[in-house]
T-cell receptor, first 117, second 115 residues
């Protein structure tokens, strides 16, 4: 149980275009999902917290107009990178808080590798 | 104060040996300390976690040791295997204020277990 999927797993786009990444909880309902960014050989940096039915909460320094997050249902959150540039190339990982795991337990998706050319 | 410092950056161990990774934190409000394992190109997976009311937790070959007074915790991997070769992250979280369960990750340790 507690499986989180992401789609696509890899995406290459041209500079200036927008890319949407989906995060789904497959066998549980997640009222809260998190979006992380990870550069090569670095740690995970939390970008935003996504709550179903409400606006996402962004971490300091993350541009909310550039990284649009929508948590439209209890099993789906999307991250849209708008007007992507090469510096946005990174590994994007989502996680979902399971309702039975308490406040802290998060289950991570497999990640999406974004390359902006 | 939200930082979690992890060491070493990389670790090489022979098969059958013990791998030890250390983390230190400053925020005394942290009350959940998990360890994650990440393979290249994959998302992290929870290995084991501990709360500050216990000093040690063991699950199979993995043990967390926790020292509340020193604000340090460590992961011990007994009988290390080549399949354990991965990046390990410690993390910490607290329930209070705006943090509300958000994880703060350490910098990561690349573990290589030689056969």
């Amino acid at each position: 149980g507690a499986v989180v999927s992401q789609h696509p797993s890899r995406v290459i786009c041209k500079s200036g275009t927008s890319v949407k990444i989906e995060c789904r909880s497959l066998d549980f309902q997640a009222t809260t999902m998190f979006w992380y960014r990870q550069f090569p050989k670095q740690s995970l940096m939390l970008m935003a917290t996504s709550n179903e039915g409400s606006k996402a909460t962004y971490e300091q320094g993350v541009e909310k107009d550039k990284f649009l997050i929508n948590h439209a249902s209890l099993t789906l959150s999307t991250l849209t990178v708008t007007s992507a540039h090469p510096e946005d190339s990174s590994f994007y990982i989502c996680s979902a808080r399971a309702p039975y795991g308490g406040l802290y337990e998060q289950y991570f998706g497999p990640g999406t590798r974004l390359t902006v050319t | 104060q939200q930082q979690v410092k992890q060491s070493p950056q990389s670790l090489i161990v022979q098969k059958g040996g013990i791998s030890i990774i250390n983390c230190a934190y400053e925020n005394t409000a942290f009350d959940y300390f998990p360890w994650y394992q990440q393979f290249p190109g994959k998302g992290p997976a929870l290995l084991i976690a501990i709360r500050p009311d216990v000093s040690e937790k063991k699950e199979g070959r993995f043990t967390i040791s926790f020292n509340k007074s020193a604000k340090q915790f460590s992961l011990h991997i007994m009988d290390s295997q080549p399949g354990d070769s991965a990046t390990y992250f410690c993390a910490a979280a607290n329930a209070g204020g705006t943090s509300y369960g958000k994880l703060t990750f350490g910098q990561g340790t690349i573990l290589t277990v030689h056969p």
